[in-house]
C-alpha cells in the first residue's frame, strides 16, 4: 500500500510564503525506490481542471510558467519527503494542492499512479 500525506498549506495573504510537504509511505516507497520515482504537484481550483505546478525527477524540476521564478519544488530521498517552496503568492494560486508520483512523470494527471488527499492553500487579497 502507498500513501502520499500533504502537509502545509494554509490561509496566507498576498505576497506571503507556504512550503508544503509531501510524505510517501508504503511498501512501494522503500528508501532507494522512491528516489525512483518523479515526484509532482498539481493544483485545482473550484469549477477547473485539475493542473501542473511543478515535478522533479532525480535532479531534474520542471514548472508551469504561471509558478517559474516563485515556486521551488525539491526532494530529500533520505526522508521520502517531496517539498514546494511557495513565494510571493497571488489570489490565483488559491486550490486544493494534490502531491502525485510516477514512475516516468510528465505534465499530465494521468500519467500519475499515487496521490495525496489534498492540502488547501488560500491567498487572501
Known amino acids: 500500500q502507498v500513501q502520499l500525506v500533504e502537509s502545509g498549506g494554509g490561509l496566507v495573504q498576498t505576497g506571503g510564503s507556504l512550503r508544503l510537504s509531501c510524505a510517501a509511505s508504503g511498501r512501494t516507497f522503500s528508501s532507494y525506490t522512491f528516489s525512483s520515482y518523479a515526484m509532482a504537484w498539481f493544483r485545482q481550483a473550484p469549477g477547473k481542471e485539475r493542473e501542473f505546478v511543478a515535478r522533479?525527477?532525480?535532479?531534474?524540476?520542471y514548472a508551469a510558467d504561471s509558478v517559474k521564478g516563485r515556486f521551488t519544488i525539491s526532494r530529500d530521498n533520505a526522508k521520502n519527503t517531496v517539498y514546494l517552496q511557495m513565494n510571493s503568492l497571488k489570489p490565483e494560486d488559491t486550490a486544493v494542492y494534490y502531491c502525485a508520483a510516477s514512475r516516468y512523470g510528465s505534465r499530465s494527471p494521468n500519467d500519475y499512479d499515487y496521490w495525496g488527499q489534498g492540502t488547501q492553500v488560500t491567498v487572501s487579497s
Open positions: 522533479i525527477s532525480s535532479i531534474v524540476t
